[in-house]
Nanobody, 118 residues
Framework: QVQLVESGGGEVQTGGSLRLSCAAS????????MAWHRQAPGKQRELVAS?????IYSDSVRDRFTISRDNLKNTVYLQMNSLKPEDTAVYFC??????????????WGQGTQVTVSS
């Protein structure tokens, strides 16, 4: 089992910044990729950014958000700048890797609310 603990959500005004964190623990031998997804009310969950050997971003957040990871802490971060009301959503952390027996494992975080007011 892999547990993910997210933190850093909240409410900010347009143009503000927030930093999300997600720490992974449990029976995971190696983390391959870490990612952030988000789901706004009435919409499907969408990929925001992911990172393995390189980072990729959705068009809607490129140049505003930065994903990074600390491999020693098994933690992924999402620095969100120049926030817009359309960034309002529940943000979910996702981790994919290998168990000690080298089987694939993945896990979702519980979600953290980000609200951007105009």
């Amino acid at each position: 089992q892999v547990q993910l603990v997210e933190s850093g959500g909240g409410e900010v005004q347009t143009g503000g910044s927030l930093r999300l964190s997600c720490a992974a623990s449990g029976t995971i031998f190696m983390i391959n990729s870490m990612a952030w997804h988000r789901q706004a009310p009435g919409k499907q969950r969408e990929l925001v950014a992911s990172i393995d050997s390189k980072a990729i971003y959705s068009d809607s957040v490129r140049d505003r958000f930065t994903i990074s990871r600390d491999n020693l802490k098994n933690t992924v971060y999402l620095q969100m700048n120049s926030l817009k009301p359309e960034d309002t959503a529940v943000y979910f952390c996702y981790v994919e890797g290998l168990s000690p027996s080298l089987t694939s494992v993945d896990s979702w975080g519980q979600g953290t609310q980000v609200t951007v007011s105009s």
